[in-house]
């Protein structure tokens, strides 16, 4: 990274959505992110979601899909994830902005009597404590180098036009005016959807609307992508690009694709990286020369998505949840399976299986449980499905099918092992049934470091040290004797019942820094 570059003002990228929600802005922002990387430069991420919740840590999966945490502890929305897996960083819980969290803010400075009697309103002091927000989040390293970014990303959730997220596209608007045109670009993500029969006719009339929405509350698209089942014709593009005051060069089409993964390179091949490097007066020039682009990251990128496109091979996986109507439920669970494929160069086949209907012995469910290579459990809440999922690690135990249990898993592989190896018939976890708290029936305890009052925050989150015993399969793994994960859970294995476990041969190889805690 040259001086010149990392000297100057962090610039800003701002992506906002039209027409519908869910468009496909947090891979827009993600991708773009990716292609700054691959110019040299240090990119941040930042997510805006207008609700009024304070974190995202109290929401159902089947609202927005998982909660994503962060190492810091910081429940978020899954976008960040993303962030996080395409620029390779690691972000904070203050990169996810909320209009609870903005609002409690001002109402504690209100209370303290900060702001000298003055009438505390949406203007200046709503969005002056965005305001500050982002640029706070705009300076923080992220990637480890301890320098910070050169390229904030910053996504505004929902759509343009929603009452909720006024108070954001305003203070956006004066982001720009405060930090200039050459340090500002907005990029709005819009749908251009077909109708009529096949092969239909594509309408670019959303994205007009959407796009005067936007220029009515003070903002301009610098660059309007475009988002198909197929390819966006030119001849709409000319049509959206005269509507928008813009050169049709800066008008791109971004149809779907099998793999999300592709975008940034589809990105390159309309050069929406070097146009938006050109707004942004980051290519180079005698006051400010460019840095050099960061190859390595771009050809490990590009060796990536090959070895996706091109794997030999396929890997069958059974997902065992109970939030399956949310496809977005199990998002990270899901992008680390597809990672793990791609380092033993095989793709993955993932079979979704409501823990439910095994439960109710559904043989069409079965069936597929027993089609695949391995089995996995993810987290959740609540004792729905439970029996389910059970039945399916009990069948993967006497089976001998390759089982990872994460969270919920986990604890209900004890629970399991503790019916059926041990001989507590009715071993639980005092989540499901609280009169078990205290009994032989308790296999899963609540942590002391828990509130049963307060639900938002108080679970044992973020990145924890485990300690890992050499010659165990996760130590074999990991290749370490210590390891940093992320937690997000109230209930632990019921100490008093390890040394019974471990005799009958279930083996508790990670411990928490303070030897407490069974993994």
């Known amino acids: 990274m040259t001086d010149a570059i990392s ?28 292609c700054m990387k691959m110019l040299g430069l240090r990119v941040t991420a930042a997510k805006i979601d207008p609700y009024l919740n304070v974190d995202a840590g109290t929401m159902s999966p089947f609202e927005h899909g998982e909660t994503f945490v962060l190492d810091d502890g910081g429940e978020t929305d899954l976008d960040l994830g993303n962030y996080e897996r395409f620029l390779d960083c690691i972000l904070g819980s203050d990169s996810n902005l909320t209009t609870g969290k903005i609002y409690r803010n001002v109402i504690k400075r209100e209370r303290k009597g900060e702001y000298l009697g003055k009438t505390v309103q949406i203007i200046p002091h709503i969005t002056n404590e965005i305001l500050d927000r982002i640029q706070a989040v705009s300076m923080l390293p992220v990637d480890g180098s301890g320098s910070k970014p050169d390229i904030c990303m910053i996504e505004l959730g929902g759509t343009i036009g929603d009452i909720e997220s006024m108070p954001f596209v305003e203070a956006l608007r004066q982001l720009q005016l405060n930090v200039g045109k050459e340090n500002f670009c907005l990029v709005h993500v819009s749908m251009v959807p077909t109708v009529g029969p096949s092969p239909g006719e594509q309408k670019s009339k959303p994205t007009q609307h959407s796009v005067k929405e936007l220029r009515s509350l003070g903002l301009a698209p610098d660059f309007i992508v475009c988002r198909s089942k197929t390819p966006v014709e030119i001849d709409i593009r000319k049509k959206i690009a005269l509507f928008a005051s813009l050169p049709t060069k800066c008008v ?3 149809h779907d694709t099998t793999n999300i993964y592709r975008v940034p390179l589809e990105m390159q091949d309309r050069q929406l990286d070097t146009l938006v490097a050109e707004h942004l007066k980051i290519l180079g020039g005698e006051a400010t020369p460019a840095p050099p682009p960061n190859l390595d990251f771009a050809n490990k990128w590009t060796s990536m998505t090959r070895a996706m496109d091109n794997a030999q091979g396929e890997v069958v996986i059974a997902l065992v949840g109970k939030y399956l109507a949310q496809p977005d439920a199990y998002l990270s669970v899901q992008s680390s399976l597809s990672h793990a494929c791609v380092s033993v160069e095989k793709s993955l086949k993932l079979i979704y299986i409501d823990s439910t209907a095994i439960g109710e012995q559904d043989p069409r469910a079965w069936e597929e449980l027993k089609s695949a290579d391995g089995i996995l459990v993810p987290g959740g809440f609540g004792d729905r499905g439970t029996e389910g999922k059970i039945e399916v690690i009990k069948y993967a135990r006497e089976k001998q099918v390759p089982f990872l249990g994460i969270c919920l898993g986990m604890q209900l592989a004890v629970v399991e092992y503790s019916r059926n190896v041990l001989g507590i018939e009715k071993a639980t976890s005092s989540e499901f049934d609280p009169s078990v708290a205290g009994s032989k029936d308790e296999a899963i305890v609540f942590m002391p470091e828990g509130s049963k009052e307060e639900m938002g925050g108080t679970m044992r989150l973020g990145s924890r040290l485990t300690y890992l015993k050499e010659g165990s399969l996760a130590y074999r793994l990991y290749g370490s004797s210590q390891v940093y994960e992320r937690h997000r859970h109230r209930y632990e294995v019921n100490p008093s019942l390890v040394s019974a476990l471990e005799e009958k041969g279930l083996k508790f190889t990670g411990l928490d820094d303070q030897a407490t805690e069974l993994k």
């Open 252 to 254: 791109l089409s971004l």
């Open 7 to 34: 000297s100057t003002q962090t610039k800003f990228v701002v992506v906002t959505g039209g027409v519908i929600s869910g468009i496909g802005k947090g891979v827009t922002a993600s991708s773009l992110g990716v």
